[in-house]
């Protein structure tokens, strides 16, 4: 079996290059350089190039930097006090009060915001401070919005699906419509977490907020009016077919800059910095892009990818039993990953055997990024953890038991999703009609 | 030697400031193309290859970013491991990656200004509808890689020189554009 010592090579230099902490997209890089130079007699090199080149100049791709943009710039405006005081009227009556702002905010900043770390940040920064000087918990506030926060991911636009798309080839706008029922799912899980708990823990049940009058509700609705607009320009805009997910993009940082215009926190210094964000996130995922597309196109030479779709194939797992594997495989690696850096990671093995087994890639997409969503909040590394700890000061741990509740009502909605894929499939079946 | 070192740390400042500079410039080439699409699609003129032009945009300012997002320490890595290392271990392990690093780096510039110089001896065009000759739109793709690869060479004389690990860590990365 040289194939399979040689897998094994691979594998250890995968492990070994990513745990001396090269950057992931180098380590990506060097495993396929590692894999092409066993495999192939062909110029490592002038593939190196080619690859690269033909895999970053892609239209696709173009509304990644739009939407990390759109993100930035709304990070730094005033639309998450305006959100804050909207929605706050609407929810405090529910059981749970205001810690439903955190789920309900993180819900409507993601259908705005293509990544979970800028859904946290803008959430965060109103969120975290307000229901600490109401006397909410904690643990209820920080985990919720750690957890809540991820829908940045699942809700469109979503920067991690634009990564799939490109990588696993499938429609970017398909994706995009498929997220939206699984994300408002999670959302009304965690609502019903939330309601539960403020019905029958001791603390929530004591924390029990005045109703709002019809005019602060009312209040509340025109302050919400800005970020309606935004979401009706930017996915609206794409599921009637007017635009492409890039053209939506750059529709959507023309009402983003609008927007901080006009409440007048638009200054040169806000502009450059929003600008200067989106460079350094942009190159970041980038180079992840880059070192995945060369890994794919080793792999394919290696036939590993096929040999392994091949033996699980053999296996003749039940599709529940393979999307178990995957779910727990998934999960080990965002332990240590991040969900972008574990898709471009194993996608180029992953692909064709998920082809193989006959699962419909859109609907894996959102299954994946269900689980990168996950990978955000385990400890030791989640991503969605660590901004939580930087902006609250208190510990990992703490932090990491405090989203525990969000990361089970998220294995749900993946069995949910495994049980229902009519969730992911339905919306882009009926709007790519006609 | 030790003089060496204040040059080295301007140059090293300077460089990625510019290629972040030049990130953000086509970024905003990027979004005015896009723009320009839209408006002339309602408009009902076609303009040819403007999609085209847009990928392009991305491919360069996702390579002349590089050196920036490095100096920003944006880069993602699993710092788990290195992170249990203090001192001296820790030192060697950083310069150590860091030496790898700009090694693949150099090699992707190598191989990326050759595929440009390619493209250019031969005339290549695009397959796109913009039919542009190639290794134009190559050459700030390829020129991206070379300064990322030339600062984290600077970076690891630095480091080699400083004996430390000044620069390479999450410290302070805020900076003033103005």
Redesign the interface.
Known sequence: MAEASLAIVMVVALLGL??????????L??VGFIAMTLFTTRPV??A???T??SH????G??S???FI?MGEILFRSRLSTGLFEGLAPLTRRLPGGLIHVNIVGCTTFAAISGSSAATLATIGKITVPELKKRGYPDKMAYGTLAGASTLGLLIPPSIIMIVYGVTAQVSITRLFMAGILPGLMLAALFVGYIVLWGLLSETGRSLREAPASWGERLRGLVKLTPVALLVALVIGSIYGGL?SP??A???G??GALLLSAIEGSLTW?QF??G??G???????I???V?GSAFLTLAMGFTGLPRALAEWIGGMNLSPWMLIAALTLFYILLGL???GI?SIVLTLAVVEPLVRGAGIDMIWFGIFVVMVAEMAMITP??GFNLFLVQSMTGRDLGFIARAALPMFLLMLLGVVILTAVPELALWLPEVLTRN | MQRAIEPLEAAIHRLCRLCGLLAALILLALALLVALSIVSRALGIYVPGLTDYAAYCLASAGTLGLAYTFGQQGHIRVALLVDQFRGRPRYWLEVSILGLAAAMAGYMAFYLVRMTYVSWIYEDRSDGSDEILIWIPQTPFALGACLFALVLLLALMRALLRRDLKGLLDSDTREDWD
Do not use: R
């Open positions: 990513l745990a001396l902490g090269l950057w992931i997209g180098f380590a890089m060097g090199g002038d190196l190039a080619t690269l080149w970053s100049a892609l239209w791709l173009a990644l930097p739009l943009w635009a890039t053209e993009a750059v529709l940082v023309a210094k450059q910095d600008l200067m989106a460079v350094k996130t942009t190159s970041m980038m180079l992840l880059m240590f990953l991040d850096s030791p590394v």
